[in-house]
């Protein structure tokens, strides 16, 4: 495991800082600003009233937090949102409501995760030939049967 600091700014006072459930947890819980409702197949923005300075290098990701999802049936809409290193802007995130009932999200509670990973700076070269592999141009469900 590797530690840094992460300097984060609230925007706003009632704003919980990024906190992490036990010692060797991955992510960090991200809590809503303010208290809303979520109609059934509805995305809200959740303000979180906090900005981030993150390394360069590295990325934020925002996950979902399975509790949330598998009890409530909200989620990230974008799945997995992404928090680039020169984005200061507030962190949000895309609630959607995939349940047949409307949900409410409470002030505090935690909506995602934020984790912090290092990312490869890939740089796109246009080639007119790529190796071969065994598996080749196989698409889904190409590597096994049922």
Not at 9 to 33: F, H, I, M, N, Q
Not at 101 to 113: F, I, K, L, S
Request: aromatic content about 4%; charged content about 20%; overall charge negative.
């Amino acid at each position: 495991m590797i530690e840094m600091n992460i300097p984060v700014r609230k925007l706003d006072e009632r704003a919980r800082l990024p906190r992490r459930g036990s010692a060797a947890a991955a992510g960090a819980d991200l809590c809503a600003l303010d208290g809303t409702d979520i109609a059934p197949g509805e995305t809200v923005m959740i303000h979180t009233g906090l900005a981030a300075e993150i390394p360069d290098g590295y990325v934020g990701l925002l996950f979902a937090r399975s509790g949330l999802s598998t009890k409530s049936g909200l989620a990230p809409a974008n799945k997995v949102g992404v928090v680039d290193s020169d984005y200061r802007g507030e962190l949000m995130v895309a609630l959607h409501n995939h349940s047949d009932q409307p949900r409410t999200v409470a002030a505090g509670e935690r909506v995602a995760q934020l984790v912090i990973m290092p990312y490869v700076a890939a740089v796109y070269v246009e080639t007119d030939q790529l190796s071969e592999t065994e598996r080749g141009e196989g698409g889904y469900g190409s590597t096994g049967s049922m």
